[in-house]
């Protein structure tokens, strides 16, 4: 990928990588690291600490001291749609590269995510995931969000879903969507899909091209996590509620909120238990219905939420 087409456009369309952290001294140091460790050298890192209270504001200014590329950008509002809005506003390229600070992207990791849009092949680019520990609750996080990523595959090799863990996307279409919804503390890369689907922008999948990620090792991270991700979709179900109702609005990540789903459940989780065993079992049932507890809080509460947002 070192050819013409990429040698003009190298000075022409700049990149910045943006990376939204809140209390990550313990892996900002591996991302940072492999985030410079670029086959590319022309782009810019911007770190957005989202009111940490950890050494991560040391580790990041340690990095920028020695490479001018990266930048500190500080924002108090606390929620992921805060952070990613303020790594936006404060980006000066015109393509947006998305990880995570438990990420570790490979070498060749911003050359292949970013060609299809400085190609002008494509506006918009998924990559997938690997997992770093090989812990039961990591191991089972990484096959569930694989089956979740298989059925979103509709149409190959475009995939209705984003995961901000490895995303690229032009910042001007980002922008003529709204950007990030900064009421959302969880789910906000899912809510963004919803309004890029709505503007019939199709989102290519590069499976191959996978960062490496810490999940959640712990039983009460895990549980909190799930938990938060069910009350926020299904604030996101009531904010799109139209979307949701119309022909296109069809969505695996919502269906947990429908009566019926919630009855079948236990069915549901039978027929799991045959075809994929014990092991899987345990992690379907206990996140699931996790999931679905979250889902019933926010029937009760999405309101308040979104009003309470707004102050």
């Known amino acids: 990928m070192t050819g013409s087409k990429r040698t003009e456009t190298a000075t022409g369309i700049s990149i910045s990588v943006i990376v939204p952290v809140r209390n990550g001294e313990r ?56 952070a990613r809005s303020c790594g936006i506003e404060c980006s000066r390229g015109s393509i947006l590269a998305w990880t995570d600070s438990d990420c570790v992207v490979p070498h060749d990791w911003l050359e292949k995510l970013t060609t299809p849009i400085i190609e002008g092949r494509e506006v918009i680019v998924q990559g997938g995931e690997d997992p770093i520990t090989d812990g039961y609750w990591s191991i089972q996080a990484q096959i569930a969000g694989e089956r979740h990523r298989d059925c979103q595959m509709k149409s190959p090799p475009y995939i209705d879903h984003i995961d901000t863990k490895n995303l690229g996307i032009r910042k001007d279409i980002l922008l003529k969507v709204g950007g990030f919804d900064k009421r959302l503390k969880a789910l906000e890369d899912y809510e963004l899909k919803i309004r ?22 712990g ?52 027929l799991f238990l045959v075809r994929r065993g014990p092991r899987e079992f345990l992690f379907e049932a206990l996140t699931g219905y996790i999931w679905r507890w979250g889902n019933l809080i926010g029937r009760f509460t999405w309101r308040k939420t979104l009003e309470g947002s707004n102050d």
């Open 27 to 82: 892996t900002i140091d591996g991302c940072l690291g492999s985030i410079l460790d670029q086959s590319i050298r022309d782009f810019e890192v911007v770190v957005v600490d989202n009111a940490s209270d950890d050494a991560t504001r040391t580790l990041v200014e340690k990095y920028s001291k020695k490479d001018p590329r990266i930048r500190y950008v500080f924002e108090s509002r606390l929620g992921r749609g805060n």
């Open 219 to 270: 039983l009460k991270e895990l549980f909190r996590s799930r938990f938060e991700q069910g009350y926020w979709a299904t604030v996101i179900f009531y904010i799109h509620k139209d979307f949701f109702r119309s022909e296109k609005g069809e969505d695996s990540t919502i269906k947990s909120m429908y009566i019926f789903d919630i009855l079948m459940f236990p069915v549901h989780l039978m």
């Open 196 to 217: 890029l689907k709505i503007a019939g922008k199709k989102i290519f999948y590069l499976k191959d091209l996978r960062v490496k990620h810490h999940h959640r090792e």
